[in-house]
């Protein structure tokens, strides 16, 4: 019986994630038809645990007694060479903590799933984990959260990502006014990141979450928004540091359009050239449906 109702719940909890839409906050939707087969395979399992149920015999109210000889009533045992292997009888047997234990593990993520409220990663994210450039200049990159610059070289052999990046650049020096949307947002990033002379002085525009951070300046913050490679395990927080003609009044996790040109400009906290955009217009925005952007390859 609890191996159908977690199995149910499985099931339900998986169709509810692409019902809702809420599978985007937990893994880049490249990867969806996985999902679409774990909802299928789940089905099937559940409906073969619904068919055994209702055919056991605690069910159906039928008890096969068989007398093989030895002077054991081996009731609901179908194997009786009196080698005493009676599966019900020793599953019956065992502790109770032992018999519902496991089910308890796989219950936990199933009530916190589709119980608890989703939340999406804001800016006391950065806060806690720290805002650096140091995750990626030194270390193990497969470990360490990114910031600001994107870089999908991990994921790549280097002579296919050098092509990539070569494709990307071609794409994007090619305009005047460069436009990032949800959909080439952490490639326009990491191109930008990866060629930051050959951008200088172009208009750029782009909409993220507002996070004052390290700012030196009190018209200086960052504008950014968090990038999912596969899945949220491995999210990270792309962007770039903009400088108002004036100071502002802008709260962290305020939603923001930005447009106005690129610039560079060292930035001491991190002891980094950073590409600066120099806002000539911007707005306040309602927080986008899906505030998260992806990868794509």
Request: charged share 20%.
């Amino acid at each position: 019986m609890f191996r159908l109702l977690v199995l149910m719940g499985f099931t339900f909890f998986f169709y509810h994630l692409h019902a809702s839409g809420n599978l985007t906050k937990y893994i880049n939707m490249k990867y969806a038809y996985l999902s679409f087969i774990a909802i299928f395979l789940l089905a099937i399992l559940t409906a073969v645990q619904a068919y055994l149920f209702i055919k056991s015999p605690e069910k159906s109210g039928h008890h096969h007694d068989h007398d093989c000889g030895c002077g054991h009533d081996h009731e609901h045992d179908h194997d009786c060479g009196c080698g005493h292997d009676h599966e019900h009888d020793h599953e019956q047997n065992k502790p109770f903590y032992q018999r519902y234990l496991i089910y308890v593990v796989f219950l936990f993520p199933l009530v916190s799933g589709i119980f608890f409220p989703i939340a999406t990663l804001d800016s006391s994210i950065v806060k806690t984990k720290g805002f650096s450039f140091k995750a990626m200049e030194s270390g193990d990159h497969y470990s360490q959260t990114q910031y600001l610059r994107p870089d999908a070289s991990l994921y790549y052999a280097q002579d296919s990502y050098d092509k990539q990046m070569k494709q990307l650049f071609n794409k994007y020096s090619s305009k005047k006014e460069i436009s990032l949307t949800d959909d080439d947002f952490l490639k326009g990033m990491e191109t930008i990141y990866n060629y930051p002379g050959e951008f200088l002085g172009r208009t750029i525009e782009f909409h993220g979450f507002a996070y004052k951070g390290n700012a030196i300046n009190k018209n200086q913050l960052f504008v950014l928004r968090f990038g999912i490679i596969h899945c949220i395990a491995d999210s990270g927080v792309y962007g770039m540091l903009v400088e108002f003609p004036k100071d502002m009044d802008i709260k962290d996790d305020e939603w923001i359009h930005i447009k106005g040109t690129l610039a560079s400009e060292y930035y001491q906290p991190f002891k980094s050239t950073l590409p600066v955009v120099k806002v000539t217009d911007w707005n306040t925005i309602k927080k986008p449906d899906d505030p998260y952007v992806y990868r794509g390859y």
